[in-house]
Nanobody, 124 residues
Framework: QVQLVESGGGLVQAGGSLRLSCAAS????????MGWFRQAPGKEREFVAA????????LYADSVKGRFTISRVDAKNTVYLQMNGLKPEDTAIYYC?????????????????WGQGTQVTVSS
């Protein structure tokens, strides 16, 4: 059974940092492309960042480019999202997702597995 468990969310002031983690189980993690998405109240889930199966290719939404960094440690079956320079508009529930693929994937509909989400709140 595939499980993705996010952690690391919380309340932070604008300009602060958080590191989200997503631990995977029930999958051959090294064969999976991973992504981070977020959903704010009243809005659709949107792409944030993605990384390919071997970690040498990453993509970011324009809104987070230069502030967020996605990375993976296959020995820990974990993908991370380092978030710096947080803004109030980054407030959302953050989800990680997995897809058995060699390429980096940005489309929500293409991912097979999702975590339960972790809340990030940025105060002004």
């Amino acid at each position: 059974q595939v499980q993705l468990v996010e952690s690391g969310g919380g309340l932070v002031q604008a300009g602060g940092s958080l590191r989200l983690s997503c631990a995977a189980s029930g999958v051959t993690f090294s064969a999976y492309a991973m992504g981070w998405f977020r959903q704010a109240p009243g809005k659709e889930r949107e792409f944030v960042a993605a990384i390919n199966w071997i970690g040498d290719t990453t993509l970011y939404a324009d809104s987070v480019k230069g502030r967020f960094t996605i990375s993976r440690v296959d020995a820990k079956n974990t993908v991370y999202l380092q978030m710096n320079g947080l803004k109030p508009e980054d407030t959302a529930i953050y989800y990680c997702a997995a897809k058995r693929s060699r390429v980096v994937i940005t489309a929500t509909r293409l991912y097979d597995y999702w975590g339960q989400g972790t809340q990030v709140t940025v105060s002004s």
